[in-house]
Structure formats: C-alpha cells, structure tokens
T-cell receptor, first 113, second 115 residues
C-alpha cells in the first residue's frame, strides 16, 4: 500500500523562485491537509480540503496556494519563495470515518536560500 | 473551538523505565476521538494509539497505554520498559465527530531515552 506519497523529498530553492509540492493518496480519502513543521516545533496547518473542488485556509496560508481537482491529488504551490518558508512540509489524508486517524506522507524538506 | 495542550516540551527517561506524557484538551463535545503520534528523527508520523471517547476502557498497544480521564479531559500516554527506539517527538491529537472539522494537534513533547 502506497498510502500518502509526497514528492520531492528534498529541494533547495532560491529566493523568489516558485515550485509545487506534490501529494497523492491512494486510499480514496476525502480529506487532505498540508502542514509545515519548523525545526523542533509542532505542526502548523497551511491548507486543507474536504473533497475535490473544496479547499480552505488553515493557520498559516500566506505565501501558499492549493488546488484539489481530484480526490487523489492535493498539490501545494509556493509562489515567490522566501527564507521564512524553509521548513519540512507534510501532506496528510483522512477518511470521513471520524474514528480513523490521519495518514501522513514522509515529508518534503525545503530550503530557501 | 477545541484545543489540545501538551504541557511538557521535553522529557527524559532511563532506558527500561516507565514514562508518562501528558495531554489535556478542551471541548464541549461528548463524543470524539483521541490519538497519539510518534515522530522519530526520520520525521515520519507514526500512529501509536487511539481512543474513542465513548469507550471507558483505556487503549493499550504492547508497551504503550493511555490513561483516559474524560471528566478531567486528560489523555496521557504511558510508555513501559522504555527503549532507545522510543526517542521521538510525541504529538497528541483530537478529532471531532463532525466530519468536516480539522484534526487538532498539540505542540508535542520531545522524549529522550537515557542509556
């Protein structure tokens, strides 16, 4: 079972560049999430989606955009990368069955130099 | 709005000893779900244990168990016979029975295992 797959695993960007972090899940989960985790810190929710075509902002959405055109995919777009966006990014998904936990991808380590 | 609080940013325990990580939460809902996740240095998020609020019996998974006190809104994680591989960040999480509500995470407790 692949679960939640994130690509790339590592990336270095220059200030002002843009990129898309890819996330796909094969569990037919309706709910998908993007978090960032700064060194030694907890998870901060960037964006989430409760289904295809529906997205909503989390705690720290500025500087990011998302789209959800299919159930499987939930890409995160960084426009005009800034050093403050250096972090580890996690994608997660969960089913509509509320006693089930979130499933996480392995993360993308992003450095902005 | 629901909140999850982990009051211990860091803890240490001697190998083979028992340690308890605390988690409290605030909610007005009567039915909900609680989870503990482990994040080792590899950064993977691994589900350790889950608890349904309607169940009085505390969940156990091998060396991991919880002390769930619904009235006190407390959900602590006990790790018995601590092993070096238990060293990680541990996150407590709350999930509402309302399907579209976000899952709420605590800020985490970093656990060190002393050989």
């Amino acid at each position: 079972n692949a679960g939640v797959t994130q690509t790339p695993k590592f990336r270095i960007l220059k200030i002002g560049q843009s990129m898309t972090l890819q996330c796909t899940q094969d569990m037919n989960h309706n709910y998908m999430y993007w978090y960032r985790q700064d060194p030694g810190m907890g998870l901060k929710l960037i964006y989430y989606s409760v289904g295809a075509g529906i997205t909503d902002k989390g705690e720290v959405p500025n500087g990011y955009n998302v789209s959800r055109s299919t159930t499987e995919d939930f890409p995160l777009r960084l426009e005009l990368a800034a050093p403050s966006q250096t972090s580890v990014y996690f994608c997660a998904s969960s089913s509509t069955v509320t006693n089930q936990p979130q499933h996480f991808g392995d993360g993308t380590r992003l450095s902005i130099l | 709005a629901q909140t999850v609080t982990q009051s211990q940013p860091e803890m240490s325990v001697q190998e083979a000893e028992t340690v308890t990580l605390s988690c409290t939460y605030d909610t007005s809902e009567s039915d909900y779900y609680l989870f503990w996740y482990k994040q080792p240095p590899s950064r993977q998020m691994i589900l350790v244990i889950r608890q349904e609020a309607y169940k009085q019996q505390n969940a156990t998974e091998n060396r991991f168990s919880v002390n769930f006190q619904k009235a006190a809104k407390s959900f602590s994680l006990k790790i018995s016979d601590s092993q070096l591989g238990d060293a990680a960040m541990y996150f407590c999480a709350y999930r509402s029975p309302n399907r579209d509500d976000k899952i709420i995470f605590g800020k985490g407790t970093r656990l060190h295992i002393l050989p």
